[in-house]
């Protein structure tokens, strides 16, 4: 059987300073600079990010919800102080905190270029 762990995420940003300062300062990534690329080191995850210059046939982003890559999830520790956290840093939500089953409770906010991010706190009683 194939085995396989994570590597990264790979982003498109018109503005990659932008965005990893986004993922830093809203989501405590790590911003890690190369030669020619920047990267955010995001729970546990390289998240890469390429600069999409006018005119390089790269499109649009998508409006959620849509078919493929729909939106990656972060578990956070107490979902309701995150929220609470991110929404005075002026957060957009496009679901409010929610329980979806016991043990689980979610949220989605909107990150840079419409990226759909999923906050989720897992009761691990629930497990």
């Keep these: 059987m194939l085995h396989v762990t ?43 990010i390429a600069k999409v210059e ?18 990656f999830g972060l578990t ?6 995150a929220a609470a956290a991110l929404k005075a840093k002026g957060v957009t939500f496009t679901t409010e905190p929610t329980t979806i089953r016991p043990g689980v409770r979610i949220c989605f906010i909107r990150g840079p270029q419409g990226i759909s991010i999923e906050l989720l706190e897992r009761d691990q009683k629930y497990a």
């Design 6 to 48: 994570w590597d990264h995420i790979h982003l498109r940003s018109p503005d990659p300073e932008a965005t990893a300062s986004w993922l830093h300062e809203m989501l405590g990534g790590e911003i890690v600079r190369h030669p020619g690329r920047i990267d955010v080191k995001l729970g546990g995850a390289s998240v890469f």
């Design 54 to 71: 006018p005119g390089d046939g790269v499109n649009e982003p998508p409006l959620t919800p849509h078919q493929g890559l729909d939106h």
């Design 76 to 81: 956070v520790k107490d979902i309701d102080a």
